[in-house]
């Protein structure tokens, strides 16, 4: 999930393991949300993003579930490789005109081999 | 593919000097968006430009200053740096009126000595 300290909760899997990285937004307007994955030394990279009106959403090998009732974003990695170690983040939209993304704090994924 | 670039991956400058940071995008993007990351704090929005000569506020706007003379380029001013403005900056940017999702350039990470 997200954290408000100074150190990033770090989710740690088995190489061909699901991963589920895990997001609370803060929003009850926002409409529209996308996931991050930042690895290190690089700008973060699009995965995939998911509208109010969806509650689930497939990409290859990643999948995002949304529960509105709860405000509860998630990003699930099937068979997770070490090439998926990286930091996750998720943003939301402000739900009006600008268009701007508030962005949470990010989840760091360790795939062991 | 969507490239937005920085002058600079690594930059270490003085206390009291003027620092520029460039960002460019290829893509004739109207939005373009100046971040700065810190550990445990996420991504927090410095400044946003909607299109060229336009600027807005974000949520850090304190000690730094934008510039957008041409829709490709958008440039961060920090007027006098200081040791707390060490940090990664990160530039994105955004086809308005098409979707929320935000491509981002690769960093520069600021050290202010």
């Known amino acids: 999930g997200e954290s408000v300290g100074l150190h990033l909760p770090t989710l740690s899997v088995q190489e061909g393991d699901n991963s589920i990285i895990n997001c609370a937004y803060s929003?009850?307007?926002?409409?529209?949300f996308i996931w991050y994955k930042q690895e290190s030394g690089k700008g973060p990279q699009f995965i995939i993003d998911?509208?109010?009106?969806?509650d689930k959403r497939q990409g290859q090998r990643v999948t995002v579930l949304l529960n509105k009732t709860v405000k509860h974003l998630s990003l699930q990695i099937a068979a997770t490789q070490p090439g998926d170690s990286a930091v996750y983040f998720c943003?939301?939209?402000?739900?009006?005109?600008?268009?701007?993304?508030?962005f949470g704090k990010g989840t760091k994924l360790s795939v062991k081999p | 593919d969507v490239k937005v670039t920085q002058s600079s991956r690594y930059l270490v400058k003085r206390t009291g000097e003027k620092v520029f940071l460039e960002c460019v995008q290829d893509?004739?993007?109207?939005?373009m968006f100046w971040y700065r990351q810190d550990p445990g704090l996420g991504l927090r929005l410095i400044y946003f430009?909607?299109?060229?000569?336009?600027?807005e506020k974000g949520d850090i706007p304190e000690g730094y200053s934008v510039s957008r003379e041409k829709k490709e380029r958008f440039s961060l001013i920090l007027e006098s740096a200081s040791t707390n403005q060490t940090s990664m900056y990160l530039c994105?940017?955004?086809?308005?009126?098409?979707?929320?999702?935000?491509?981002f350039g690769p960093g520069t990470r600021l050290t202010v000595t």
């Open positions: 994105a940017s955004r086809l308005a009126q098409r979707s929320y999702e935000q491509y």
């Open positions: 998911i509208r109010s009106n969806m």
């Open positions: 929003n009850s307007a926002s409409d529209y």
């Open positions: 943003a939301e939209n402000y739900g009006g005109s600008q268009g701007n993304l508030i």
């Open positions: 430009s909607y299109d060229v000569k336009m600027k």
């Open positions: 893509m004739d993007h109207e939005n």
